[in-house]
């Protein structure tokens, strides 16, 4: 059985803790936003200086929080759940991936230090989206925090 190092989870630049923090930022947005309906049609405050011209591509603050929701849903759950539908495990997906033509060719050496750069690369990508996903869902609860203690937008 694997045991994780109790030091890992007190590192605050550890993978854990990012999931923590963004998963913990999720559950506050979910608790906080008790009528997510009251977010259609808002646009996010960023997108809505910024595009200005294209207001169907804008995402709303509703559709944003649903995309939140389903993120925090897929890192709990796992990707299983969703590619269910199409008959293969996740372990049969994965291996059908390694098996794609060029991953086989390489010499193993290659092959792994390629994995430890691929690691890599997608660890620092991972850190990056997780970091920007928790402020998104902070300001979300905010600004949903800020609306109704004003009265703003949300009553029509």
């Known amino acids: 059985m694997m045991h994780l190092n109790s030091d890992s989870s007190s590192n605050k630049h550890s993978l854990i803790n990012v999931m923590h923090r963004f998963i913990a930022a999720a ?21 809505q200086e910024a595009n200005n011209n294209e207001p169907n591509k804008q995402r709303d603050m509703y559709e944003h929080y649903l995309l939140l929701k389903s993120i925090k849903n897929d890192m709990e759950w796992g990707l299983l759940k969703r590619e269910m539908g199409s008959g293969a495990s996740f372990l049969e997906m994965a291996v059908k991936q390694e098996q794609q033509p060029g991953t086989g060719d390489l010499p193993a050496a290659a092959n792994n230090s390629d994995l430890e750069h691929q690691f890599h690369y997608h660890l620092r990508g991972l850190f990056g989206v997780l970091s920007k996903l928790t402020i998104q869902a902070d300001h979300l609860t905010n600004r949903y925090k800020r609306e109704i203690g004003g009265g703003g937008n949300f009553m029509r």
């Open 27 to 47: 559950n506050n947005m979910d608790e906080t936003i008790m009528v997510p309906s009251l977010l259609r049609d808002l646009p996010l405050e960023e997108q």
